[in-house]
């Protein structure tokens, strides 16, 4: 995928699975917003965004193996979805963009960095509230085989996160993790020096972040998934609060300590991007700035009627 406004965010937070962990079925809906905003970051991928609905039915479609009515009904969903995000949340984001932009040239601290995650997650909740509604309604017309489909993806996708995260020794493991983080970095503010790069390396050394552990919260969510699925069911009245119960235990997990490592890895991400930005040179600086000014305007053009 090209440079994206989801991987400045990924920067941010500065963990390799973040948005792994977010990508899970039926809260899906939830990075709606942030497939579009990937999309939309990039000018040569303005064309994508307008065939990003689309691309998010082929992709639900994929999971669930919609029937005809479901497709009908998803694809109306969808639409109106991305009528608001074009309105609402590309003027956001272009909006965050713009203090960023000031914000390039001068040191940061962890705080600020973590005040602009936490605008970012705002942003992310606010399409959580606008995937209730769609969310309930197709989950109350999913059928055993298609749930049974969703199994058999989210199989596949833990093997994935398993080859990416727990394969090879930690060094292996660790090498692989400053790979990805490096190259968004430089999608950021040009190529690292060895130097930065070592700096990198040993904040990701340090980092509280566990495979094991993500890929078990990730399972969880699976389970809850499912489990969501049918109580609505059963409780067809209770559908919405369902779905809204769902995705408030995405973000806050009933896992115990869950919560505390999931606030310790963002505090840390928080101050590895300070510490990298901070040792960034004024051309870095200054490519940093041209790279969010190209991202407000491409936002801030797709945001205008079409």
């Not at 055993?144 to 394969?167: L, W, Y």
């Not at 692989?176 to 950021?188: C, D, I, W």
């Not at 700096?199 to 399972?219: F, G, H, I, K, Y």
């Not at 300590?257 to 890895?265: F, H, P, T, V, W």
């Amino acid at each position: 995928m090209s440079t994206s406004i989801r991987e400045t965010c990924s920067g941010l937070a500065a963990r390799d699975t973040q948005r792994r962990i977010i990508a899970r079925p039926l809260a899906r809906g939830l990075v709606l917003l942030l497939v579009a905003t990937a999309l939309a970051a990039c000018s040569a991928a303005r064309l994508a965004y307008h065939q990003a609905p689309s691309l998010t039915y082929w992709w639900l479609d994929g999971h669930l193996d919609l029937d005809n009515g479901q497709s009908e009904a998803v694809r109306r969903d969808i639409d109106s979805f991305f009528e608001w995000h074009r309105g609402q949340a590309l003027p956001a984001y272009a909006a965050l963009l713009r203090s960023w932009q000031a914000m390039a040239l001068e040191d940061l601290d962890a705080g600020q960095v973590c005040a602009q995650f936490d605008a970012i997650r705002g942003h992310v909740d606010a399409a959580a509230g606008r995937s209730v509604v769609p969310l309930a309604r197709l989950a109350l017309t999913l059928t055993p085989r298609q749930m049974e489909h969703q199994r058999r993806h989210q199989a596949k996708s833990n093997q994935g996160f398993e080859k990416d995260f727990m394969r090879g020794d930690q060094t292996q493991r660790l090498d692989s993790r400053l790979a990805r983080t490096v190259e968004r970095s430089e999608r950021l503010y040009g190529p690292l020096s060895d130097e930065q790069r070592q700096l990198v390396r040993d904040w990701l050394q340090r980092s509280p972040w566990d495979p094991a552990r993500t890929l078990a919260e990730r399972q969880r969510r699976q389970d809850d998934l499912m489990q969501t699925v049918a109580d609505i069911q059963a409780s067809p009245g209770q559908a919405e609060a369902l779905v809204a119960a769902h995705i408030r235990r995405i973000g806050h997990s009933p896992t115990p300590g869950y919560l505390e490592y999931s606030r310790a890895l963002v505090q840390h991400g928080c101050a590895q991007f300070a510490a990298l930005h901070n040792s960034t040179t004024p051309q870095q600086r200054e490519r940093a700035l041209r790279t969010l000014r190209g991202y407000e305007e491409d936002l801030s053009a797709l945001a205008r009627p079409l």
